[in-house]
Structure formats: C-alpha cells, structure tokens
C-alpha cells in the first residue's frame, strides 16, 4: 500500500461508534478527515446492540452500516482498512504508519481503537462467549430474564454481581472457578439465597453456542441458560507505544480531559480505551465530543 492520504485535517483510528460519531461531526464540519480501522470489533460476536436508542437490536456490523451510510453525504470523509502500528509527531503534524507499510499524515489524530477482552480459560467458552456467555447484564441481561443463569467471580465481584443479576431472574448462582470463597461473600450469598459453588468449570455443553449445563470438577452438574462472567482487559499496544499516561483499576484507562484531549499534542482519545463505562452511546457520546474539541482546536491553531 503506498501514501493514501497526505492532506488530512485528521485521521481517525479505530472504525467503531467512537470513531463514526466523531467522523459524522468533523463531515459535517467540512474537515478533511480518514477513518483507519482494522475491523473485528470485540462485540462482533453478539447478535445485537442494546441500550442505544432508535437502534435497539441492531447487529454490530449493522450498526457501523447505517453509521456509513449517513457518511456518505460529506464529501471530505473517507476510510480504508489498516492497522495503525506506529505513531510520531513532528512538532506540526502527526505520522502514523500502517501494518502493510502505508503513512498517513494529519495535524490531529483521535484514536477510538477499544480494548482488547482477555478472556479466562473455560473449556467450552469461545464458542458460547457473546451467544450464552455475556459480561454486562445491561446488555444481555434482558435476553436471560427468568432463567436460571450462573456468574463467575468471588469476593467484591460476587458481592456486586449476583443481587444485580436479580434484576433480572431470580435464579442465580455463583462459581468461582477453583478459588475459595471468603467469609463475607459467603454471608452476602447466603442471605440473597444465592448458591455458590468453588469447584472449578471444567465444561460447558449445549449446541450452537447455547448453554444447557455446566460440569464442575466435582461431578456436579448445573443447568444453566446463561453465564455471565468478567473477562480481564487490555489496551492495545499502540496505546501503550505511545506511552499515554493511564489510570484506573482494574483497566488503566487512557487519561483523557473532560473534551478528551489526551496529555499528547493534538492527540485525542474516546470510547472504551478512555472509559470503564463501556457502551455503545458512551462511546458514541466520547467521540462526538473529541470531535467538537478538534475542530475547534483546529479553528484556533496557527501550525
Ligand atoms: C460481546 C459484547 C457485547 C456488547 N454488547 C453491547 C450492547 O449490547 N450495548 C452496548 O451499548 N455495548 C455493548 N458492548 C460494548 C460495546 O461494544 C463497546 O462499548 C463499543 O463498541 C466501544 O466502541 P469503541 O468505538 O470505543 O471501540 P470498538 O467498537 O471496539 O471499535 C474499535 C475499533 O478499532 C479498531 N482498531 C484497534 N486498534 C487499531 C489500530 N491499531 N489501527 C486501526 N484500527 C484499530 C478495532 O479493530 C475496532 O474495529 C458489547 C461488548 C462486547 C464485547
């Protein structure tokens, strides 16, 4: 791939909801701005968006359609299909490099490229993540309502996730993979009538993605329709290439101001790598105000 674009008022990385919102505001603005995305995003897996309105149960992919679609109005955006693996300012304008060898230049840079999910070791659980298997009860918790469902985790997280799990079926139990459960989180169980069992998962069965039961090393056998667990997270390298300043427990998020202008020069940051409240409209709502920020910064600026 050679020199895509060299005239860029801003380049865009990451081609999730951060990054259309933004690039719906800096079209309409009549910015020069390229969406960079090396596509597969982490939701690709689920059957549908929920909890952003007019789209409620959209597909992922569905909903960055539509998102194009609107964009194809404002002649100064464009898009192509890489991955970003290296960045630099010069004191003037920022140079990003692709995986395939292309530069791309611009004087602002937004990057909305997500996390990255580091999921647990379960047999039987990449097939089921997104379709029976779920992190957020506030997108998928609807789906399980009234069925009997399990969660993963122990201590604080068990302490917060099973009465929230209530919310939506009163049949939950907690497992905790092998770990011991400590006095408190016993008592809290207890009193919810929550049952909760420490003998590590060591199968998943039910066809097609679904859940029917889980095995436990035990022998123990637990018919389940859904799981809902707490994978750990990451920020891509990239982020950490530039050697961003995070904070927050327990994922160090991208330290942004409240337009989301990062410590960096003309760099921005929104959605899930700025934020632990990780949603679509968040998302969207983080991007539309990085994008504001940018195109009044660039008014202003004289580089
Ligand atoms: C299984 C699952 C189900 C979910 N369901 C819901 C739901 O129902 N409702 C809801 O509100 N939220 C849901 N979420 C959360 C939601 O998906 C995220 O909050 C949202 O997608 C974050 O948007 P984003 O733009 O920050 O990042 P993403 O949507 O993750 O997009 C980031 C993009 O950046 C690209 N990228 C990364 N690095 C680079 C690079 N170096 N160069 C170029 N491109 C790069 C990635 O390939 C990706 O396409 C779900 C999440 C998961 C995992």
């Not at 070791?121 to 309502?145: L, M, Q, T």
Request: charged share 20%; proline share 6%; aromatic share 6%.
């Amino acid at each position: 791939m050679s020199m895509i674009e060299t005239n860029l008022d801003v380049l865009i990385i990451g081609g999730g909801p951060a990054s259309l919102s933004a690039a719906l505001y800096l079209g309409r603005a009549r910015r020069r701005a390229l969406v960079v995305d090396a596509g597969g995003p982490r939701h690709a897996p689920s059957a549908g968006v929920h909890n952003f309105l007019t789209r409620e149960g959209v597909t992922p992919a569905g909903f960055r359609e539509l998102a194009w679609a609107d964009l194809q109005e404002f002649p100064t955006l464009s898009r192509v299909e890489a991955r970003v693996v290296e960045m630099s300012h010069d004191g003037t304008r920022w140079s990003a490099r692709t995986e395939s060898g292309a530069t791309l230049s611009a004087r602002a840079v937004l990057l909305a490229v997500g996390v990255v999910d580091v999921h647990p070791d379960i047999p039987g659980y990449a097939e089921r993540w997104a379709k029976s298997i779920h992190h957020c009860p506030f997108c998928h918790g609807w789906e399980v309502r009234d069925r009997p469902v399990a969660m993963v985790g122990k201590g604080d997280y068990a302490r917060h996730m099973a009465p929230m799990l209530k919310n939506w079926t009163d049949d939950v139990i907690v497992l905790s993979h092998g770990e011991p459960f400590d006095e408190d989180t016993q008592k809290v169980l207890d009193a919810l009538k929550v049952p909760f069992y420490a003998s590590p998962i060591v199968g998943l069965e039910g066809e097609d993605g679904t859940l029917e039961t889980i095995l436990l090393q035990n022998g123990t056998r637990l018919a389940r329709q859904g799981l809902f667990v707490k994978p750990g997270q990451r920020q891509h390298d990239l982020i950490h290439a530039l050697g961003l300043p995070l904070k927050g427990d327990p994922l160090p998020c991208v330290e942004v101001d409240a337009m989301q202008r990062t410590s960096l020069p003309l760099l921005w940051a929104a959605g899930d790598c700025t934020t632990g409240f990780q949603q679509v409209l968040e998302a969207a709502a983080s991007g539309a105000r990085a994008a504001a920020s940018i195109i009044m910064t660039l008014t202003f600026s004289t580089d």
